[in-house]
Each structure stands twice: as C-alpha cells, then as structure tokens.
C-alpha cells in the first residue's frame, strides 16, 4: 500500500497555503493521502454491519408511533408466528439489566429506552424487539405486532411544553454567566439592536445508521458498533449487564460518519446485546434511516433573543444573548447556544441566559459544533444588523469589537491567529469594495447576488487519553491506542505523529486502533482527538527513544557511548549523536546489542492544568459567502465560499481542508436546508427521511477554498495541536445569512432560510 | 418457498436458491452472499450508497429484488480493481481525498465508474455535480469527489483517443 503513504504531489493550492510546520525529514505536516484509502475505495474496509458471525440472528426493532402514552397492546403471537421469527421482546419479557435505565450512567450516558415499561416518551421510542432468521422475517414480524396505544397529547412547542430554567447546558456548562453591567450597557449605548432568531431540530444523520453485532460467550462479550468514545462505553454496557468491564470487547475500526451521535449510550445499541444475551446466539440489529429520528440524539430546536448595545465608535457596550433550548420530558441536554457569545467580541457588559423547554421528542445531545452552531449562526446575524445600524461594512464592524482577551474574563488566548483569518480570507474572497447597500448587486443572469461573513470559533480541548509504542528488533514499530476515525483521517494523521515521534518512517510504523481492549484512546468529539490521541501517541514514541538512548549511550561498544539523553536525535530509525550525526546506530542493531526482542514505551495525554487556568483556547477563522438568488422563484444557491482557519500546528494538511470542506458543507445545510419537521398535533416528525429531510447534494455545493492560516501554540499542548472538526460549521452559517440580505435586503432570522420567507417579504 | 435465480457478480457465476422473495438485491449481497462492500444507508433509494452496476447501468441495489435478477450481471465496488491494481476512479478518490468515512465511497465509485462509461458529463464540473448527486456524501466530500471524477473522466477520454497523431488535423501530436 506504499503508494497511499507517499506524500502527494502538492497541487498549486495546496502550495500556495502551505502551513509552516513542517518538520523536515519528519511525515507530520505532509498532505498524506489517507492510510485506509484503499481499504474504504474497495470496500474492504469493514463498517458494524458488516460483520456476520456464524449463527447470526437479525433484530430488527418496533418504535412507536405516537409521542407520548402507552403501549396497549401488541400482536405478539402474530408475530412470533411468522415464519422465521424466534422471538419476540417486550417489557413483559426482556431481560433484567443491571442498571437502571432511567437513571442516567456517569459520566455522559443519559438515560435511555430499553423496554423497561410500556410508557412512551417520544415518537420512534423503542417498544418491542423481533429477533428472526432473516432480516425480511424480523422486519415483516415488526409489522405484524400493529402496537395500539393509549395516546395523551404531545407537546411539541414553546406553546405547551414545560419552560424551566436551566441550571446547566451542552455537557455540564452553566446555564447563565454575566460580566459588567448589561443594563448600563444598553442604557449608554448610542443605538440597540435586537432580533429573536431560531434553530430548527437537526439530525445527524450520519451515513451509516446506528448498528450492533453482538456475540456472547459466557460472561464476556464482542460488540460490533460505530463508537466514538469506545473504553467510556465498554465499561457503560458492562454496568448494564453486569459484569466486569474487561469482559467487554468494542470493535469499531471504521465508523461511518458520527458526528456525536455516536458518542453517547442509546437504547437500541443495547437492546441488540441484550437480545443476543437473552438469546444465546449472535444478533445484528441495525436502525432503519427513519428510526435515527429519536432514540440517537439530535440538534436541540433553539429560540433565541439578542440585543446589542453600540457607541458612536461601532463598539459594543452591551451584548445579551438568550436561548430556550427544547430538550426532553426526561432528561436534560439544552443546547449551549448562547455561550457561543463568551467566545467572540470584545464587550464591557455581556449577558448570555438559558431556559430549557421540556419536549415530548427524543433527548438532544452533542451534534457537530453543539452550542457554538445554533448560537454563532444568531449571533452572526445579529453583528450584521449591528453593523448595518452603525453603517459599517461588516468586517470593519467585527475588528472595531475583536476580543484581544477572552470577553468578560480577560484571560489572554493561549493564541489566536483571527486577525489574519480576516485579512487572509478577504483578500481572497475579493471583499474590500463591497457595497454597504443590500440589494444592489446582480450577475450576468440578472440574479440578484449578496456577499456575507461570519466569525467561526470553536474551542480546542485536550481530553486523557493513552497509547503503546512497540519498537520491533527490526525496527519498525507498532503503535496503539483505542480511538475512532470517523472519517476525520485519525488513522493517518495519529500514525503520522506517532511515526515522528519514533524518528520513523511512516510506512515504517504499523498503527492499531478502534478496539477498547487498548489504551484507552478517549473520547473522539470536541474536535480533540488529534489532539488527544496524538500526544498520548507522541509521547509513547517519545518513551521508547528515551528507553533505546539508554541502552546506546550506556554500550561502551556504541558509537554513542557516553553521549547521554540530551545529546542524540532520533531520525530515520537510527539515533545519531547530536554534536556529530555522522555518528549514529540503527535501532535494529542497538536492540540486537542489549538482547532485546522488542522495546515497549507508554505515553498519556492531559491538558496541563496551570495552563489551562492561565489562558482561553480557542480555534478561529472567517468565513466569506456569496450567493445568488433567481429574482422571481427566490431560491438560493451559494455560488462562492471561502474560509480562513488558524488551528494550531496542522498535521496532514489534504484532510484538514477536507474537514473544513465539510463543516462548511453543514454549514450551507444549516442556513438553507435542514430542518425536522414536527407534526403540530401528534408530534410525529414527517420527514424522517433523506429525501424530505434536506442535506446538501453534491450540486448543492460550489468550489470551496479552505485556507489554512499558520499558527504556533506551545501552550494548548507540546505538540501545539488545536483541533479542526466542528470550527467549519460555526461561522458559515451566519455569513450565508448574511449574503442573502445583502441580495435581498431581507433579514431572515429563522433557520433555515427558505425560499417563502423570500418571497413573502419581497 | 424457493425460487432459483443465476447470476454474475464481479464475473463469477452464482446459483442463489431464494428462500424468500422480499429479498432485495442489497440485502442478497450483503447479508447471504458475503458481499458487504455495497453500503445501506437509507433502504428507500434516497442515499445512492447501494449503488452497483447491473448490465452496465447503476442502480439503487435497495429497490430491486433479488429474485428479479436471474441472469443480470452485476458489478459491486468488489469487483472494480483488477487484483492489486485499483480501478482510475478508485485512484482518483484516494488522490483528491474524495471521502472522509468512507461509507458512501462505494456507491459514490459505482456512480462514477456508470457516469464515465455514459459519457454524460463530460469535463464540466457543473454536470459532474448534477449527475453525482443521486449520492448523498454526509460527511461533504464532494469537492473531492467532483475532482476525482474529473480527473478518471480525463484518463478515461483520453485512453479512448489514439495513441499518435490527431485524425482531426492530420498534424502530429507533438
Ligand atoms: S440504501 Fe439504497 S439508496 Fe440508500
Ligand atoms: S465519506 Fe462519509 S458519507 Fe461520504
């Protein structure tokens, strides 16, 4: 597979925005092409469902249809007499689990719906399993259980759902935080401005629906499932069966698409290991398309308030933020949308509040960007409208009130690059000269054509995290750690660290990951994982050079004899002295000397507390956006995008650009396509579906350019290393907005912006 | 039941006896004939992750029976490569980092590989876009996947073309 690890041929743009970290004669900071590419173009790359043990069962479950109530009744015997059909599970007969599900799992599990009674919490609930032969059996005995229910009305909205403040939002932040006095802010402003501005449901919608192969051997188990926080969940489904966590294995080599939605518990998942326990046989149990619309998470639908206060100067006095995030009947995740407004400007009162509103829908939970999305995509729009007020070009209006210092706190950022995300993003956007006016600009065709920015931020967290490092007598290397690749290229950029760390090449070191029976490689989400995994990676590599100097430096028959730890450096699998690299030992050879088989090193990750104390960290970037909207059917196509990102040292800059690419992909999702459309009366989503619930199609998308802005910092990490996954999103969704103003002169303050909010207001 | 149905896949000849006939072409390859490149993603024809080639046409391989395929032949992502040497579009993916998780890919590819053999798109990046997307790519790889497609549309006109000389000029390619 050489020819998949050798550096790619640099094409013109890749040149042009080459980052400067490449270390010479080192892989990391290459645009390697990905080191499963030939596994996933073949389709020899095996995703969950994939997997068919011997004696495999197919499970195949029931959800409801009605969003609140219980089950009266269901046709069990018509079921279980369907040719094929081997069993039927219900509340009646299920299996007892050892935790109870309605008490939420530390640290992240909710609480969840694995048939423990006949209540119905939300439409596409859980409420039988039928385990077949076949899968077309257990699908056709689903029908046939024709569930009937006792139905009490749904609350689907702001009208009848239940409004409570909330204490905290996202995963364990607090609800409400204050800085100066807002009311002083807003009372000395020259002018203020303010909108209320909405998010609809979003689902994740990851390609590859949620899937588990489970196979029961006595006590222990082996699960086949897409996980993107493997060793958190194994010792999850342990404490629901339980038995000891080491006696649960998670497979999750490739994971098709995650997004969040793959991080968390979720009652399906384990009623599949349930069934082949209760069974006694391997089961497969796969989710249909419209059964991820529930019981696996979504985007939270979110209603917010902004008001900002500005001075004659254009800067902000005052800026509050107020967010209702819908959540569950049961538990708790609200959307931390209005904390996106802590991140960004420079204000001397900033208020950010946030209510949840109790839902009869699924529990929301963490989905790409989760909190800074829904809130930047309101609060870009609200800064347009400020800026609009004060006759300021957009841009111009964002630098008068750039934050040197984390807002409110006036923590310095640990670095932060946004200066030249703007400067470098318009200037290849083409922004200067851009008419102040909405509305005056047209194409060629006479479409009307606007031109719009937004900030993108996202913060870059460093989680624990572990790895292995075995140097090999003929030395090559293999490195483990337990994480997941969820298309974001962990396996080849984790190997690219890991390979620089051992002084290898990268062909040279064979990585294994995707399994909880290793080190545990943390949590893949909260764009952290490279960051994460990568250093624990590191500084495994970093153990075993430490370990092989020894061995050298104290062999008087080495030709680094004497020179100690800090006098050698590692490169190309041979340590050379430092004073005088003409001297140096392979790594085979030094292992061959001490009579060692192999040389095992270890390494952790953990973000230093002092520092983490001392500074604000944060990815950041600019987003440009042009759109064209046909002036008689009002639809809107974004014809142009560019972005401008600084995120820390890059390490494989080719799937970087293609994680931007894609969060600013949901980006266009997020301002004119997505949303889950609740019916009003019964709460039952219509378009649980890809062909109602709109992403983006390939036509849907233009060229993009992804521009990656250079950016040193020592103190998120020693490897520098910021995270890139969600920050895409962020400030695409404001800046498309803000272009379709600019088009029209029509501010559309609710997600998504469709062509009938257009052509009411024309 | 039973129903007997032969057909090739990937140039092998199989004799499925069907058991039953709501089987789906998809569901034949994935779940009884050990074939699960071929992806499921929304079993409604609304994705194109399940796209292969029947007689040389794509098709969702969710929205057709199995039992309606006696006698087809039939190309499945498997069967692309020649051994070790890997089909231009799947080179072309790999190259231009047409996908991120890879669970579209294979109904993305077998998309492409139809759509070049059509000659429909041409090398404009505008047709490519309208015509690949029958297949949804969650992860947003399609700037890649474009270029990717382009550039196996490019190689493959120009293996069409004759090796020396320009008939439309009669002047040497040179
Ligand atoms: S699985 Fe066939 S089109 Fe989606
Ligand atoms: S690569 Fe993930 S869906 Fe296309």
């Known amino acids: 597979m050489s020819e998949q690890m050798s550096p790619e041929r640099m094409s013109p743009e890749t040149q042009t925005t080459f980052p400067r970290h490449v270390r010479h004669g080192s892989n990391s900071g290459q645009p390697v092409s990905r080191r499963d590419g030939r596994l996933k173009v073949t389709g020899a790359a095996t995703y969950a469902a994939d997997n068919h043990p011997e004696g495999l069962l197919h499970a195949v479950i029931a959800t409801s249809t009605i969003a609140r109530g219980r089950v009266r009744s269901l046709d069990v015997e018509a079921a279980k007499a369907h040719p094929g059909v081997v069993e039927v599970i219900t509340p009646a007969n299920r299996m007892p689990l050892h935790h109870d599900p309605n008490e939420k799992m530390p640290p992240f599990g909710f609480r969840v719906e694995v048939l423990q009674d006949d209540t119905v919490r939300y439409v596409n609930q859980p409420i039988a399993v039928v385990v077949a032969e076949t899968l077309e059996a257990a699908t056709e005995g689903v029908r046939l259980l024709a569930p009937r229910y006792e139905e009490e009305d749904a609350r689907t909205g702001l009208d009848n759902g239940l409004r409570h403040e909330a204490q905290s939002v996202g995963v364990g932040a607090p609800g409400t935080v204050s800085f100066g006095d807002l009311d002083a802010g807003l009372k000395g402003a020259a002018r203020v401005t303010e909108g209320d501005y909405s998010t609809p449901p979003q689902y994740h919608n990851a390609m590859e629906p949620h899937a588990v192969v489970a196979e029961w051997d006595g006590d222990t188990v082996t699960i086949d499932m897409p996980n993107q926080a493997l060793r958190m969940s194994a010792a999850s489904y342990a404490a629901y069966f339980g038995i000891p966590a080491e006696n649960v294995l998670i497979r999750s080599p490739f994971l098709g698409?995650?997004?969040?939605?793959?991080?968390?518990?979720?009652?399906?998942?384990?009623?599949?290991?349930?069934?082949?326990?209760?069974?006694?046989?391997?089961v497969k149990?796969?989710?249909?398309?419209?059964?991820?619309?529930?019981?696996?998470?979504?985007?939270?639908?979110?209603?917010?308030?902004?008001?900002?206060?500005?001075?004659?100067?254009?800067?902000?006095?005052?800026?509050?933020?107020?967010?209702?995030?819908?959540?569950?009947?049961?538990?708790?995740?609200?959307?931390?949308a209005a904390n996106a407004s802590l991140m960004l400007y420079e204000s001397p009162a900033i208020r950010v509040e946030h209510e949840g509103l109790r839902l009869d829908i699924g529990t929301p939970g963490p989905m790409r960007a989760p909190g800074e999305a829904s809130g930047s995509a309101s609060l870009e729009i609200a800064m347009d409208e400020a800026a609009e007020a004060c006759g300021m070009d957009p841009l111009a209006f964002r630098l008068a009130n750039y934050a040197e210092t984390q807002p409110g706190t006036g923590k310095p950022f640990s670095s932060k690059a946004l200066r030249e995300c703007y400067e470098q993003g318009a200037a290849a956007f083409g922004w200067a000269g851009r008419p102040l006016e909405a509305g005056t600009m047209r194409d060629e065709n006479g479409f009307l054509v606007g031109w719009g920015m937004g900030t993108a931020v996202f913060p870059c967290p460093q989680f624990p995290a572990e790895a292995r490092a075995t140097l090999r007598a003929d030395g090559t290397a293999l490195v483990e750690t337990?994480?997941?690749?969820?298309?974001?290229?962990?396996?080849?950029?984790?190997?690219?660290?890991?390979?620089?760390?051992?002084?290898?090449?990268?062909?040279?070191?064979?990585?294994?990951?995707?399994?909880?029976?290793?080190?545990?490689?943390?949590?893949?989400?909260?764009?952290?994982?490279?960051?994460?995994?990568?250093?624990?990676?590191?500084?495994?590599?970093?153990?075993?050079?430490?370990?092989?100097?020894?061995?050298?430096?104290?062999?008087?028959?080495?030709?680094?004899?004497?020179?100690?730890?800090?006098?050698?450096?590692?490169?190309?699998?041979?340590?050379?002295?430092?004073?005088?690299?003409?001297?140096?030992?392979?790594?085979?050879?030094?292992?061959a000397r001490a009579g060692q088989k192999e040389l095992v090193g270890t390494g952790k990750?953990?973000?230093?507390?002092?520092?983490?104390?001392?500074?604000?960290?944060?990815?950041?970037?600019?987003?440009?956006?042009?759109?064209?909207?046909?002036?008689?059917?009002?639809?809107?196509?974004?014809?142009?995008?560019?972005?401008?990102?600084?995120?820390?040292?890059?390490?494989?800059?080719?799937?970087?650009?293609?994680?931007?690419?894609?969060?600013?992909?949901?980006?266009?999702?997020?301002?004119?396509?997505?949303?889950?459309?609740?019916?009003?009366?019964?709460?039952?989503?219509?378009?649980?579906?890809?062909?109602?619930?709109?992403?983006?199609?390939?036509?849907?998308?233009?060229?993009?350019?992804?521009?990656?802005?250079?950016?040193?910092?020592?103190?998120?990490?020693?490897?520098?290393?910021?995270?890139?996954?969600?920050?895409?999103?962020?400030?695409?969704?404001?800046?498309?907005?803000?272009?379709?103003?600019?088009?029209?002169?029509?501010?559309?303050?609710?997600?998504?912006?469709?062509?009938?909010?257009?052509?009411?207001r024309r | 039941?039973?129903?007997?149905?032969?057909?090739?896949?990937?140039?092998?000849?199989?004799?499925?006896?069907?058991?039953?006939?709501?089987?789906?072409?998809?569901?034949?390859?994935?779940?009884?004939?050990?074939?699960?490149?071929?992806?499921?993603?929304?079993?409604?024809?609304?994705?194109?992750?399940?796209?292969?080639?029947?007689?040389?046409?794509?098709?969702?391989?969710?929205?057709?029976?199995?039992?309606?395929?006696?006698?087809?032949?039939?190309?499945?992502?498997?069967?692309?490569?020649?051994?070790?040497?890997?089909?231009?579009?799947?080179?072309?993916?790999i190259e231009h980092d047409a996908f991120q998780c890879g669970y579209c890919t294979p109904g993305q590819i077998m998309s492409a590989v139809g759509l070049i053999k059509e000659g429909m798109a041409g090398d404009d990046p505008e047709r490519v876009r309208e015509l690949m997307s029958g297949n949804i790519c969650r992860c947003g790889a399609y700037q890649g996947i474009t270029e990717a497609v382009l550039e196996a549309g490019r190689k493959a006109a120009e293996n069409a073309q004759p090796q020396t000389g320009n008939p439309d000029t009669g002047k040497d390619a040179a």
Not at chain 1, 257 to 266: E, M, P, Q, R, W
Not at chain 1, 292 to 316: A, F, I, S
């Open chain 1, 285 to 336: 149990l796969v989710l249909t398309r419209a059964q991820m619309y529930g019981p696996v998470g979504h985007r939270g639908r979110t209603w917010q308030k902004l008001r900002l206060g500005t001075g004659d100067d254009g800067k902000l006095t005052a800026l509050h933020h107020h967010s209702i995030g819908a959540t569950s009947s049961f538990d708790d995740f609200v959307e931390p």
């Open chain 1, 257 to 282: 698409g995650g997004f969040g939605s793959k991080a968390i518990l979720n009652g399906p998942q384990i009623l599949g290991i349930l069934a082949a326990r209760q069974l006694g046989r391997p």
């Open chain 1, 482 to 591: 337990g994480g997941a690749d969820m298309g974001q290229g962990a396996w080849t950029a984790l190997a690219q660290l890991a390979a620089e760390s051992l002084g290898l090449d990268l062909d040279k070191v064979e990585f294994h990951s995707g399994r909880s029976d290793l080190p545990d490689g943390g949590v893949a989400g909260g764009s952290g994982h490279t960051a994460s995994a990568g250093q624990a990676l590191s500084n495994a590599g970093g153990d075993v050079i430490a370990r092989l100097t020894e061995l050298a430096t104290g062999d008087p028959d080495s030709p680094l004899f004497g020179a100690g730890n800090i006098g050698v450096v590692a490169a190309e699998g041979r340590l050379h002295r430092r004073d005088d690299e003409t001297r140096s030992q392979s790594y085979a050879d030094i292992l």
């Open chain 2, 1 to 93: 039941m039973s129903l007997s149905i032969s057909l090739a896949i990937n140039g092998r000849q199989h004799d499925v006896a069907l058991n039953d006939p709501r089987v789906t072409l998809l569901d034949l390859l994935r779940e009884r004939l050990d074939l699960p490149g071929t992806k499921k993603g929304c079993d409604r024809g609304q994705c194109g992750a399940c796209t292969v080639l029947v007689d040389g046409r794509r098709i969702n391989s969710c929205l057709a029976l199995a039992a309606s395929m006696d006698g087809a032949e039939i190309t499945t992502i498997e069967g692309l490569a020649e051994g070790d040497e890997l089909h231009p579009v799947q080179a072309a993916f």
């Open chain 1, 605 to 760: 990750s953990g973000r230093d507390p002092a520092s983490a104390e001392a500074f604000a960290m944060h990815s950041h970037g600019a987003v440009f956006a042009e759109v064209k909207i046909d002036p008689n059917l009002m639809q809107v196509r974004v014809s142009r995008l560019v972005g401008a990102f600084a995120a820390g040292r890059i390490i494989n800059p080719k799937l970087v650009r293609s994680q931007y690419y894609g969060g600013m992909i949901w980006g266009i999702s997020f301002a004119l396509q997505e949303e889950a459309v609740a019916d009003r009366r019964t709460g039952r989503i219509m378009n649980a579906d890809l062909a109602e619930y709109h992403v983006p199609v390939n036509a849907d998308v233009p060229r993009m350019e992804a521009i990656l802005v250079p950016e040193e910092d020592p103190r998120v990490s020693p490897l520098g290393i910021k995270g890139v996954g969600e920050i895409g999103v962020t400030g695409t969704v404001g800046a498309i907005a803000n272009a379709v103003w600019h088009a029209t002169g029509i501010r559309v303050r609710n997600y998504p912006i469709r062509i009938e909010d257009l052509l009411r």
